[in-house]
């Protein structure tokens, strides 16, 4: 049976696991032999410190080796919930199963010294978007490190793979020790930062132009329920239940503004410049509601979220009335 078939159709199983075999161990090597692999525990070659500095979610969750497949025993390491531009990864140890049985006739390609050890890249059926790099312990066991792209490109299908390989070496005998793990671009969320970090959203709009905009004078301080890092202000509005809704003011200090869901879900965005800031406008024809959003920085955003309840073409004058107003209280990048 070949081996991508049967480790694709075990992803599933994997995320239904905990890593629960017991720590493994290597005998002494022989002289001019591997170590002998007593148990496999793919788990344990990710540590937690490991898994922090590649990105990736720990403990790993494992699927036991089916020797009547051929297939040996992998941890699954998946992507942190922050990090949509992510992969997961993946680490497979063999204890009585050798490589050439594994691959069952896939050919080898490129070659890569990491760690102490040569890791061979093999083709596989799930395609160039897929990366599988295997080094060879002894004559009936060895080690695999997989990722795959995560923007479905074959350019940088082994980068996490290749990041996670020197971590792993360092837990085989012979390894090089304390190695620095440096994780791919995206792998990991960016960390708050910019001009955003020590900014009050509240002090965007002043009381003179909140009367402007028929908005409460004082803004409510909010925080995100899921993110520490965001935080916002809202204005109330003052025309009752109906007509203009309340004005929502969000700081992202660690979110490019291609990943804020808040704008990303009232659709695609349309370029609204207001003086030199180079603002996006989000807005669905019929739809009450209407954001914008503003690139502070590469990983820094601000957006606003406000509307009508009664007439949708007016859904977007609150943020075009507020936004040459805000632009002059806002901190530069």
């Given amino acids: 049976m070949g081996f991508r078939i049967s480790v694709a159709a075990g992803l599933t199983v994997l995320a239904l696991g905990g890593c629960t075999s017991t ?5 002494s090597p022989v002289p001019g032999q591997g170590p002998v692999i007593t148990k496999a525990d793919p788990c344990a070659l990710i540590t937690q410190e490991d898994a922090g500095a590649l990105g990736v979610q720990y403990p790993g969750k494992e699927r036991p080796a089916r020797k009547e497949q051929k297939v ?18 993946e680490v ?12 069952n006739g896939a050919n080898p390609g490129e070659k890569f010294g990491i760690g102490g050890f040569t890791w061979t890249r093999y083709a596989t059926i799930l395609g ?41 070496a360092a837990k085989l005998p012979g390894g090089e020790k304390d190695p620095k793990l440096t994780p791919p671009p995206g ?4 960390e708050a930062g910019g001009p955003l970090v020590n900014t009050d959203p509240c002090t965007m709009l002043k009381a003179d132009q909140t009367a ?32 203009e809704k309340a ?32 603002w996006k406008l989000y807005t669905r024809p019929g739809e009450k509601v ?25 859904a977007c004058d609150v943020i075009k009335a507020a936004v040459p107003l805000m632009n002059a209280n806002l901190p530069t990048a």
């Fill in 187 to 190: 792998q990991k969320p960016p």
């Fill in 247 to 278: 004005f929502d003011l969000w700081f992202y200090p660690a979110k490019a503004i291609a990943d804020v869901p808040i704008l990303t879900s009232q659709g695609e965005p349309a370029d609204f410049d207001s003086g030199d800031r180079k």
């Fill in 212 to 243: 402007t905009l028929r908005l409460g004078p004082t803004g409510e301080p909010m925080k995100s329920s899921s993110d520490p890092n965001v935080v916002g202000c809202e204005w109330g509005d003052t025309d009752g239940e109906k007509g």
């Fill in 92 to 103: 497979s140890l063999s204890k009585d199963l050798s490589l050439n049985d594994y691959m």
């Fill in 23 to 27: 720590v493994g161990g290597s005998a």
């Fill in 72 to 89: 040996p025993a992998v941890c699954r390491f998946t992507e942190l919930d922050d990090a949509p531009k992510a992969s997961s990864l």
């Fill in 128 to 168: 160039p978007n897929y990366c599988s790099l295997t080094t060879e312990i002894s004559p009936d066991s060895f080690v695999e490190v997989t990722s795959d792209s995560p923007d479905h490109t074959e350019a940088n299908a082994c980068d996490l793979a290749k990041a996670a390989a020197p971590a792993v």
């Fill in 290 to 314: 209407c954001a914008a959003g503003l690139a502070m920085t590469e990983t820094s955003t601000v957006a606003i979220i406000a509307g009508n309840l009664d007439d949708p073409a007016k």
